[in-house]
């Protein structure tokens, strides 16, 4: 029986001798100084605990210490020759015809008709580099219809179910819906809970979201040492988004995803406005080249760009990502974190799927008044790419500013990809900027 923190004036011996025996002793460094409360905080932050399902950790020193060993380890090594992926190894959307990029998208369709299709969104990150403390997501970059990104993103999956109940002919109610599995970090749990909940899940069904929690990772010296926040509790940031492999293991999401039936994942960031959520194209590419793992990919903008970039491993080598934070090893020296990517060259097989950065790729990093990747950029991005969608079904824009200024909305419970608008726009005006919805 363990001894509670607060009942003795020291740790217990066996915490300090599980820190000790990785190096973390100094986590106890001002044990003296504490109040009784306050030491027991600390070891509640630190040691073994249960709940009503299973025993957690609060901190896995374990894994903390093997994941600190091998990044600092890593540092020393020479690092493998990188070559650039060859372009055999890319399938670029542009270059596919017409028929081809149909047979995917009827592929694509057909999977998520029969439910097979999970979404994964990664939405650990709050808005600060915003201006904003809200969960990204929650954030309106400022389209005429003043919709955030989880709402358009949402939408987006209302009208690929709508999509999909259409090409087989029934009515949108009797297809499986698009499970849409929202990973969260301790920051963003909360809030981004009771946002859908104020929305009414965006005209989803409440039952087909399901929140999940990313891990933590203690933030660390130069020599591997535990920074502490405050003198009873180690400093953590969210594990990054290669977290979401433990996270779904530990919130015994595989399990519920087997159970459902969805046999793939389509994974993407909360902070892209133009991301086409679940693309059967894309999903319909990926089956037909029968690999285990594909991603979407988009050539730099330019060479400085903040962007991780797909290499290969040595000639003839795995496919993996070199992330910009790891182009500068002084970027990343006290975070650890993991990338999503980290697993793609154990995947058995891979892909890349090369698409148009102008119809995929509207990112929301920065404040406005930033020199890229801002709401302004991003907006603007949209309503380029939609006005565009406009003239090709026949539609004719105005406007009091250039139109490379300006644009129009396309609600994406109208169109998810440009398609089905002829209906709405042939022959008519539409006044830029303007939100078109039905």
Not at 93 to 109: A, D, F, L, N, S
Not at 156 to 176: D, K, M, P
Not at 285 to 291: A, E, L, P, R
Request: with cysteine; net charge negative; charged share 25%.
């Amino acid at each position: 029986m363990r001894e509670p923190a607060n009942d003795s004036n020291v740790p217990s011996q066996s915490l300090l001798e599980r820190l000790k025996d990785y190096g973390q002793e100094d986590a106890f460094a001002l044990w003296e100084e504490l109040s009784p409360d306050e030491r027991d905080l600390l070891v509640k932050d630190i040691e073994l605990r249960a709940d009503d399902t299973m025993l957690l950790q609060s901190l896995d020193l374990s894994r903390i210490d093997r994941i600190i060993r091998c990044s600092f380890h890593s540092q020393g090594l020479p690092a493998a020759s990188i070559e650039p992926v060859p372009e055999s190894s890319v399938s670029t959307v542009e270059k596919r015809t017409m028929e081809e990029r149909e047979r995917w998208w009827k592929m694509g369709i057909k999977a998520i008709s029969e439910g097979k299709l999970g979404v994964i969104l990664l939405s650990g990150g709050q808005g600060t580099r915003l201006g904003s403390s809200d969960p990204k997501g929650c954030f309106n970059i400022g389209l005429p219809s003043g919709k955030s990104l989880f709402r358009i993103q949402a939408e987006r999956i209302l009208c690929l179910q709508r999509l999909a109940a259409q090409s087989v002919n029934e009515a949108s109610s009797g297809t499986t819906p698009i499970h849409w599995y929202i990973m969260t970090s301790p920051f963003t749990d909360e809030p981004t809970r009771k946002y859908f909940e104020s929305h009414k899940y965006f005209g989803l069904e409440a039952d087909q979201v399901t929140f999940f929690q990313q891990g933590t990772i203690p933030c660390v010296s130069r020599d591997g040492r535990f920074i502490m926040e405050t003198p009873y509790r180690v400093a953590k940031s969210p594990d990054g988004n290669g977290g979401v492999y433990s996270a779904l293991k530990t919130s015994r999401l595989l399990e519920d995803m087997a159970m459902r039936g969805i046999k793939y994942l389509d994974c993407y960031g909360v902070d892209n406005a133009l991301v086409r959520v679940g693309d059967p194209t894309f999903l319909g590419y990926f089956i037909d080249k029968g690999v285990a793992a594909a991603a979407k990919v988009v050539r730099k903008a330019y060479p400085q760009e903040k962007v991780g970039v797909f290499v290969q491993r040595g000639k003839g080598g795995p496919i993996s990502v070199v992330e910009y934070s790891e182009m500068d090893s002084s970027l990343a020296r006290f975070k650890l974190e993991q990338f999503i990517f980290d697993a793609f060259p154990y995947a058995p097989s891979t892909a890349l799927y090369e698409v148009l950065r102008e119809e995929e790729f509207a990112p929301v990093k920065n404040a406005n008044g930033s020199n890229f990747d801002t709401p302004d950029s991003a907006r603007l991005l949209v309503l380029r790419l939609h006005a565009r969608w406009v003239v090709a079904a026949g539609g004719f824009l105005t406007h009091s500013v250039p139109l490379y200024a300006t644009g129009v909305e396309v609600s994406p419970l109208c169109s998810y990809a440009g398609e089905n608008l002829e209906a709405i726009c042939r022959g008519r005006t539409f006044h830029a900027p303007c939100e078109i919805a039905f």
